[in-house]
């Protein structure tokens, strides 16, 4: 992979989380133009860790060692969740210089 890539060559696509897969965006002058959809992207994925906090926190969860697993595996993709979103807002910012 070259270390350098030319921005007319770029062509990246954010589609949203339980919709159909979004058109990818036109080409761009500048890899500056692609931080405003990964923010985007970004803010999707922290509410997407909102919800299945939520979802956690359910007390139908409580009682048996199931329910206990499931609670915990909600409460685990949150978490990845919410690192992914750190991880493409830092790309935002560096694709925004």
Known sequence: ?????????????????????AAPPARADTPASYAAPARAAADRLDRHARSLAACAADAGWNGNETGERFRMRLLEHADRCIRAASDVREAARRLAD
Request: hydrophobic share 50%; no cysteine.
């Open 1 to 21: 992979m070259p270390l350098t890539l030319a921005p007319h060559t770029l062509l990246l696509a954010f589609p949203t989380p339980g919709s159909p897969a």
